[in-house]
């Protein structure tokens, strides 16, 4: 293995990243997706922290092309000059759009709208072996075989590099609000939480907060928000509204970050019951799952089966045949 100077290299083009690829191919040098888990005595982490971000919107098409340096942020301020929307809304909005797509975030607005993965309609990429690859299209519709765009997003950058995304946005809704109501104990706001989830409105974002509290985020067409806020209304007790939310959310997302576990619907309430002391913890409904972040240092994490891990060996291997990407700390080669 060839001994490197710099380990960190910096990369702020398309060009940056094909050439640090193809480089730790022919030295046969590890590249580590996270320079968190770089070691000491090896590996390459490719920073594209000084890439400048790009964001070129098309209104009419209701798509944006992106770098992986743009943030969530940036994009929504441009798509906003349109009357358009990102809508994907996990921690980190001023985090690069690169590290969304390599975990594939959420967010409150999972509920209405879905996940990061959801709004990836195109990818510009750097292959594991060094090659120039582009996998969907600029249009919703775009593969009549493998959906790759959605095998690489959330992969965590085992199956190479992301040099652009083509996003689908969304028209930005005319109204908004979110209903607060604040209970003595968790369990309380936990059904009041079901009940919510399980009515015939839709929020567009649904949580729980560490103090106790049920955030319910509504949208749409000001009469369709009308009657909703009622009708929440009428489910929940001593409800505060707020027309100007986004600190609530923003609050919501600066909570402190623990464990995450997804808990289906109908489980929510007992699995708050049985967890009191493991409290505060707090969390946010999802596509068919809440997602709640525990006080705690450690848990153990979800186990898929053999035949699914020999699957993903065997894809990981095809991929990268020469075991160039490293995605977590002491991989080993």
Known sequence: MKQVETQIVPASSKEDVLRSVQWANENNVPIYTNEKNLPSDEGIFIDISQWPATIDISPDDLTAVVSPSATPAQINEEAAKHGLMYPPDARGQKNMIADHLATNTGGPHELKYGATKDFVIGLEMVTP??????????????VTGYDVTKLIVGAEGAFGFITAATLK???????????????????????????????????AKLALTASDELLVALDGHPKTVAAHVQMVKDMLDDVSMYEDDESLWDEYRAQKTGIDVSVAPSEL?????????ITPFYGHAGSSVWHITVNAESADAP?????????MTAMKKSWDPNNIIQTKAGAER
């Open 129 to 142: 072996e060094g090659k120039p690859m582009r996998t969907g299209g600029r249009t919703i519709k775009n």
């Open 269 to 277: 309430t007992s699995f708050i019951e049985h967890n009191r002391e």
């Open 169 to 203: 946005l969304v028209p930005k809704t005319p109204a908004r609000c979110t209903l607060v109501a604040t209970y003595n104990d968790v369990e309380d706001a936990a059904r009041a939480a079901a009940n919510v989830y399980g009515s015939a409105i839709l929020p």
């Open 303 to 311: 186990k898929t089966g053999p035949a699914a891990e020999d699957i």
